[in-house]
C-alpha cells in the first residue's frame, strides 16, 4: 500500500486551484451588525465578514463571503485541501470536520457561523492518529478517507460514546464505496483497543 | 446573498419584521446543494447561531422546553430528556446521521415542512406546541394545528419559533416507527408515531400526505376499541386520515399498504380488539407488482 494513502497531510501538498473561487477585494464590515451582500461588486464578494476562528489549534483570521460554505473557504482561501466534497448534500460525510468538539458536514456550514469557534480538519491529524486504520485496510479509493478519519478520531478520543451507541451507528454519516466498511470498523477497534491498553498501562 | 447577524432575540425579531429574511441556524437543510442553489443566494438570511434566548432546553416537573436552537444531538446526549420522552432520542437517532444529528434543529424540522420529516410526527404525538414570537407579540400554536397544506404553515415571515413545548404525561405507549431503504441516511417512505396517555391515543403519520398529520380516523378506531382482525381491518379508517402519492422514494400504494400493516404490528400486542379472528382471511404476501425495491 502506498504509504501516503492515509497520511493526510500529504493531501495538503495538492497543488492549489488556479482560480481561487472568492478572490476577497472588499472591506471588512463592521462588527456584528451589518447587512453582507451585493455590495456594488458583480461577483458579490464585497461586504465580506472578517472572522476570527480557532483552526487546528492556531488563530486563524479570514475573510468570508456571506455565501460561502465552510467547506470552500478551508479547501480554496485556506488551502487545506484535505477535507473532500463529496454529495455536497450532507449525506456522504466526506466533508466532516469536528466543529466546537462535534463532528459536522462542512458542506452545509456557512463559514460565517464558525467565527469565535474552534475548527479541527483531517490536516491536524499525526501518523500515529491513522496508522490503526492505515493497518486494517480501512481505505482503497481514499474519497471517504479523510472524512472517515476525523470521524474515527471524534469517537476514540471520546470511548464512552460506545456505552450508548454502536460503532457503526456512529459510523453511518460516512460513506464508503469501496472496502465494505469492516476494514474502516476493525482499525478503529485497533485504536480503541490500543488506547485503553495505553490508559491501563499509565495508571496501573 | 444578504446576511443579518442578530446577537440577541429582540434584534433578530426587529430584522425579521423589516423585511422578509429567512432564519438559518444549522443549515442543514437550506444549504444542501449550496453552490448550485442559485435562487437563494439571492434572499436573504438572519443568522440564528448566536441568540442565546434560543439556545438549551428545560426539563420541569410539568413540561419539556427545547429553545428554538435545540439540536437533535442535544436531546440525543441528555440522559433526562431520553427518559422522560424516549420516541425524541428515537427519532433523532434517525436524522440523517451524527454530522447532521449535531447541527439540525427540532424547530428547523417543524419549518421546513417536510412531509418526510422525522422529528416532527413524535413531537406531534406528544402533544407538542410552538411558542411563535415576533415584534407583534407572542402565539402559542398546537403544533398539530400548524401545517395548513404541503409546505404551508401557521408562520408568518416575521415569527419565530422562541420554543417547542411538550407537556409531561403519563404515557402507557410510546412508538415510532420508520420505514427506509436503509437502516441509516434514509429519507422515510413511510412512519408514524403513536402514544397513549391519558389524554387518549395519538397517531401521527409522515409521509403519506401533504404534511405529517395526526390520524384521527384511526385514533377513534382505537378509542373504541373497535375489533381489527388483520392490518386491512385499519384501511378504512387510515384512508379517511391520508393521502399519500407516488413519488421517487415509494408508492402511494406500497405506503397505504405499510402503513396499516406496521400500525397494525404495533398495536396488535397492545390491543385487545386486535388480533387475527377465526373468519380473518390470511394475510395476503407483500410481494406484487405494486411494490418498489426494498
Keep these: 500500500m502506498a504509504s501516503s494513502d492515509l497520511d493526510a497531510r500529504s493531501t495538503s501538498t495538492v497543488a492549489r486551484p488556479t482560480s481561487p473561487v472568492a478572490t476577497i477585494t472588499g472591506a471588512p464590515a463592521g462588527d456584528d451588525e451589518m447587512v453582507c451582500g451585493e455590495g456594488s461588486g458583480e461577483d458579490g464578494t464585497d461586504d465580506c465578514i472578517d472572522i476570527e476562528f480557532s483552526l487546528n489549534g492556531e488563530s486563524t483570521s479570514v475573510l468570508v463571503n456571506p455565501a460561502d460554505r465552510l467547506l470552500d473557504v478551508l479547501r480554496d482561501q485556506l488551502d487545506l485541501t484535505g477535507t473532500k466534497e463529496g454529495c455536497g448534500e450532507g449525506e456522504c460525510g466526506a466533508c466532516t470536520v469536528i466543529l466546537d468538539h462535534l463532528p459536522v458536514n462542512s458542506c452545509l456550514v456557512p463559514a460565517y457561523q464558525v467565527r469565535g469557534r474552534r475548527v479541527e480538519t483531517v490536516e491536524s491529524l499525526t501518523d500515529e492518529d491513522v496508522a490503526h486504520l492505515h493497518a486494517s485496510g480501512a481505505t482503497q479509493c481514499g474519497a471517504c478517507t479523510p472524512g472517515v478519519a476525523m470521524t474515527a478520531r471524534w469517537i476514540v478520543d471520546r470511548p464512552h460514546l460506545l456505552s450508548r451507541h454502536t460503532l457503526r451507528a456512529l459510523m453511518a454519516g460516512n460513506l464508503c464505496r469501496c472496502t465494505g466498511y469492516d476494514g474502516i470498523i476493525e482499525g478503529i477497534e485497533l485504536d480503541l483497543t490500543a488506547r485503553e491498553d495505553a490508559q491501563r498501562g499509565s495508571t496501573g | ?294
Excluded at chain 2, 425579521?16 to 453552490?35: N, Q, R
Excluded at chain 2, 408515531?193 to 405529517?212: D, F, H, I, Q
Aim: charged share 20%; proline share 7%.
Design chain 2, 1 to 294: 446573498m444578504k446576511l443579518l447577524l442578530p446577537s440577541a432575540l429582540d434584534e433578530a425579531l426587529d430584522m425579521l419584521a423589516a423585511s422578509e429574511a429567512i432564519p438559518m441556524a444549522g443549515g442543514t437543510d437550506l444549504m444542501v446543494h449550496w453552490p448550485q442553489n442559485l435562487d437563494a443566494h439571492s434572499r436573504t438570511y438572519v443568522d440564528l447561531s448566536r441568540i442565546d434566548a434560543l439556545r438549551g432546553y428545560r426539563l420541569g416537573a410539568d413540561e419539556l422546553v427545547l429553545g428554538g436552537a435545540t439540536t437533535y444531538w442535544d436531546v440525543i446526549e441528555d440522559a433526562a430528556v431520553c427518559e422522560a420522552f424516549p420516541m425524541l432520542a428515537r427519532a433523532a437517532r434517525q436524522v440523517g446521521a451524527i454530522q447532521i444529528q449535531t447541527r439540525g434543529t427540532w424547530a428547523g424540522n417543524i419549518v421546513n415542512a417536510s412531509p418526510a420529516a422525522d422529528g416532527v410526527p413524535v413531537l406531534m404525538a406528544y402533544d407538542a406546541s410552538l411558542e411563535l414570537v415576533s415584534t407583534r407579540g407572542t402565539e402559542i400554536v398546537a403544533l398539530a394545528d400548524f401545517y395548513r397544506g404541503y409546505k404551508q404553515m401557521r408562520r408568518t415571515h416575521d415569527q419565530l419559533i422562541r420554543a417547542i413545548r411538550l407537556p409531561r404525561r403519563s404515557y402507557t405507549i410510546e412508538h415510532f416507527e420508520k420505514v427506509g431503504a436503509r437502516k441509516a441516511q434514509a429519507i422515510t417512505k413511510v412512519g408514524f408515531a403513536l402514544t397513549r396517555s391519558e389524554v387518549g391515543w395519538r397517531v401521527v403519520a409522515n409521509s403519506v400526505a401533504p404534511t405529517v398529520c395526526r390520524c384521527p380516523a384511526v385514533e377513534e378506531v382505537l378509542t373504541s376499541e373497535r375489533t381489527v382482525s388483520a392490518p386491512e381491518g385499519l384501511l378504512p379508517a387510515l384512508d379517511q386520515d391520508i393521502a399519500p402519492i407516488d413519488d421517487l422514494r415509494s408508492t402511494a400504494a406500497y405506503r397505504r399498504r405499510v402503513l396499516a400493516r406496521v400500525l397494525y404490528a404495533c398495536l396488535a400486542p397492545l390491543c385487545p380488539g386486535f388480533g387475527p379472528s377465526k373468519t380473518a382471511s390470511p394475510i395476503p404476501p407483500l410481494a406484487g407488482p405494486d411494490e418498489p425495491d426494498r
